[in-house]
């Protein structure tokens, strides 16, 4: 997995005092692996959840209702504006604590977000649902007058003129920043392991603890974390390119 | 919330060393990110690689990495950082990554005519940088500085993994210990939301401000 991060401890290892030994890491590759899918599976859900929630919320705010627009705005400036560790410790420590002991709404809260990876992407997903709704609202903006029209004097409702003509059009405009949001949606995963989630970051913290090798954990999360980030970004750029768009 | 406001002294010792740790990273960021920035545009191509290299692997690695790695690769080759200078160092490093991007993107919208012109008047590399490109890319980096500045500010609260002193962990160590987990993170919600909030407002007021020096 790491051939060329491997060969560095010869240069280092001379007269330093810290010996970089790599076999803590090779030897548990499958933390490593299994923390990389995690992290990946992680970030696609809050990627798919965010844009439900993101999308309804961009409707919602353009849809000209007031106390609507208000509650999105206010919910989008809530979570861009609190940082997300607190969010994840919100969900994680606070919400099983605001019902009494043993009382049915606590047990609900506990079955729905049994395990830190559940409550993680839930929150994940809140949280990118905000930068999304901002997303898809300019993507809403972005199209042109031209084609409401043209689909109002076709009669279409309110309904399916956000199904057929804006939806379509502002996917067109909104998909390198999914992309983008993806990739930074895979990199906030790295606070998963606070709440104990197995992700990346749990592997390299799991090698500084159980072996007192900081450095080489973190080091093979990073190059882990630079190289996946650097592949979807390539992929996704090269599939957006690839797509031929008609209007 | 009569708990929180019980232990507001402890809370706002972690308050004040969030706000330190903000402004050191604030300053040292945006200054070195200039710098960067100026070295990713005008730079010769060995120092630009470098830059870009630097830039691209700080911006694609999760913040936790580099306070982590910088964190232990210090102590580990016995070089004496206190747990704020490491994280502020760390958080800097991210910052400049960051502030290079913004810099390099909003120095090259500026029309080349201005550069000639400035040349035309006799004025060699740094002056025709200060006087001329960066007040005219100022208004420009307003925006997106100010959302690296709401950035770093939520950013700070990563120094919980490694100093045992900021507002987050003050937080955390009286709501594990007194048992009120929701009283204590809603006042934190409301503290940081009200500090990113007051930050995003003051960049708004300043990049309106700064809107009629713009020469097109």
């Known amino acids: 997995m790491l051939p060329d991060v491997s060969s560095l401890p010869l240069l280092f290892s001379l007269r330093l005092p810290y010996q970089l030994r790599w076999e803590y890491v090779l030897d548990h590759k499958e933390w490593f692996i299994d923390g990389l899918l995690l992290a990946l599976w992680m970030s696609l859900i809050a990627l798919v959840c965010g844009s439900v929630i993101g999308l309804v919320c961009a409707f919602a705010r353009s849809s000209g209702n007031r106390i609507l627009s208000v509650a999105v705005t206010c919910y989008v400036e809530f979570i861009r504006n609190v940082p997300l560790l607190l969010l994840v410790f919100i969900f994680y420590f606070g919400l ?7 009382s049915d709404e606590r047990e ?114 990073g190059v882990l974390y630079l190289l996946t980030a650097w592949i979807i970004a390539f992929a996704l750029r090269f599939a957006e390119g690839r797509i031929k768009w008609s209007v | 919330m009569s708990v929180v406001w019980d232990n507001r002294e402890l809370l706002w010792e972690g308050l004040k060393y969030t706000f330190k740790l903000f402004a050191v990273v604030v300053v040292l960021g945006t200054v070195t990110g200039i710098v960067f920035g100026v070295g990713l545009l005008y730079g010769s191509r060995p120092i630009r690689a470098l830059i870009r290299a630097y830039v691209d692997i700080v911006r694609g690695m999760p913040l936790i990495v580099t306070i982590f790695l910088l964190f232990y690769g210090l102590s580990a080759y016995e070089i004496n950082f206190s747990p704020f200078q490491s994280i502020a160092l760390a958080l800097s490093i991210f910052a400049a990554a960051h502030m290079a991007e913004i810099v390099r993107g909003s120095m090259s919208a500026i029309p080349s005519g201005q550069t000639d012109a400035a040349k035309a008047l006799g004025l060699t590399f740094w002056p025709r940088i200060r006087s001329v490109l960066l007040p005219q890319a100022a208004p420009l980096m307003m925006g997106p500085w100010t959302n690296l500045a709401v950035d770093m500010f939520k950013s700070t609260s990563l120094a919980i993994l490694v100093s045992q002193a900021d507002f987050l962990f003050s937080i955390q160590k009286r709501a594990t210990s007194k048992g009120h987990y929701l009283a204590f993170y809603l006042a934190a919600t409301v503290v940081y939301f009200v500090c990113c909030f007051a930050i995003s407002r003051a960049g708004a007021l300043a990049s309106r401000r700064m809107r009629p020096g713009v020469a097109s």
């Open chain 1, 96 to 102: 099983p604590q605001a019902f009494p002991r043993r």
């Open chain 1, 108 to 221: 609900l809260i506990l079955t729905l977000l049994p395990t830190p990876e559940r409550t993680f992407t839930v929150a994940l997903s809140i949280y990118a649902g905000a930068y999304l709704t901002e997303i898809f609202g300019a993507g809403i903006l972005s199209v042109s007058r031209r084609y409401l029209d043209a689909g109002r004097s076709l009669g279409l409702s309110r309904l399916s003129l956000a199904r057929f003509v804006v939806g379509p059009i502002m996917l067109r405009t909104v998909l390198p920043s999914l992309s983008n949001t993806f990739i930074s949606l895979f990199k906030d995963t790295g606070v998963a392991f606070f709440i104990g989630s197995r992700d990346l970051s749990f592997a390299a913290n799991k090698v500084n603890t159980d072996f007192f090798r900081p450095i080489e954990g973190w080091v093979a999360a």
